[in-house]
């Protein structure tokens, strides 16, 4: 296929441990023009990270599989789509088996399944699966959907349920015609079968497809299955601090290993980098303050090409400008929550903010600490100007002194799991490989 014929969609939640090989098992189908969107449902590990170094696109969507893959869809109105878990591997030349089935005249089909076990019983299940699956026409998401774009818009996409979303677009694609099922078979994992008992899990499956066929509730299945329910949208404004990408300005402490020019293209990088994941966790407005002024070209671009609200920091130590930060924003929006990010966490995702955000409804603060004793988010349901002061910035007691002084304010705050930040050469050691299109161009700049 020419182009981006073939869009292979990923529906991904936490899945840091599957998503390298993963991805390092599609680049060649990308190679031949594959176009490859992972849509993640909110992860708060490094699965927002790991997707944007090895995807082609990177899209955030409410949690639960048939959401995520109609936002994945979303867009392609020709060539084919091919839906993927993030624990199933394709057969080689799977992109070319699509395209021979489509061009026979095909309008759908999936692939056999085979489950990554010894288990005899699980052989006995694989085979159960791809036999059912021809003689009924319906296919499971295990076994990589494919379906021409016309034709999965023409039936309106996945039905937006939690679960058994891949049996309903089957049932509507058969009513247009047979799938084609490949016998070349995808590999899935077992890790289902294998959490929970293979009998016991069986059992819980043949149940859970008969209670659907019966009319239960498919969120009262999926609530049975143990899916994680879906969050409720929230809002806040997020507010990024950023230097300018100067040499010599911009992450001193890294320049030691990267140079000044490869500290400012660091720089440079992980400002877009934060302002795609806050935009992309759909909070409501961002904004940009910019140090040492707003004026630089880079911030006049950002501005200029994306519509990014860019202030100049203000005079002063770190809490004075954040505190400038707070001030303006509950002066202009008294009633929404405010979110203080700067762009030192290359694991920090959208999820991270949108489980922020809803924290607040509940809470006058929240934090995000930093490994190294600092923190990577402050968020404020309201004015804190305590906080700010007599903090002993850019040293191990950040954290620790700021608890001290929301207990002093009498306010009540939550905080999520500590993340890594990027300051010391020791960081870049382990960070640098989120950035492999940085990386010869950081180690061949002069310092």
Known sequence: MN?????????????????????????????????????????????????????????????????QMNAGAAGCESGALLFLHADTRLPEGADLLVQQALQAGAQWGRFDVRID???PLLRVVQTLMNLRSRWTGIA????AIFVRAEAFHAVGGFADQPLMEDIALSTQLRRRSAPACLRARVETSARRWEKHGVLR??????????????GADPQALADRYGYARRLPATQA??????KAPVRGLAKTRLAPALGDAGAARLQRRLTLDVLQTARAASLGPIELWGSPDARHRFFRALRRRCGIATQAQVAGDLGA??????????AARAGQPLLIVGTDCPLL???????????????DAVLIPAEDGGYVLLGLARPLPQVFRAITWST??????????????GATWTELPPLADLDEPADWACARGFYPGLVPAIETAPS
Do not use: K, N
């Not at 995702?349 to 809470?363: E, I, K, S, W, Y």
């Open 140 to 143: 499971t998401g295990d076994q």
């Open 349 to 363: 995702a959208p999820g991270h903010l949108q489980q922020a955000a809803r924290a607040l409804a509940t809470h």
């Open 117 to 119: 076990s010894r288990q």
């Open 321 to 330: 400008r954040m505190q400038a930060v707070m001030d303006a924003h509950f």
């Open 201 to 214: 899990t069986i059992a819980l499956m043949w149940s859970l497809r008969l209670r659907y066929f019966l």
């Open 237 to 242: 404004t997020v507010a990024v601090l950023a």
């Open 396 to 409: 191990a007691q950040v954290a620790a002194q700021t608890r001290e002084r929301l207990r002093e304010a």
């Open 3 to 67: 182009g981006h014929a073939l869009r292979i969609v990923v529906p991904v939640y936490q899945e840091q441990a599957a998503l390298p090989a993963l991805l390092a098992a599609l680049q060649p189908l990308r190679s031949r023009g594959a176009w490859v969107v992972i849509v993640d449902g909110g992860s708060t590990d490094a699965t927002w990270a790991l997707a944007r170094r090895g995807a082609d696109e990177v899209r955030v969507a409410p949690l639960g599989r048939a959401s």
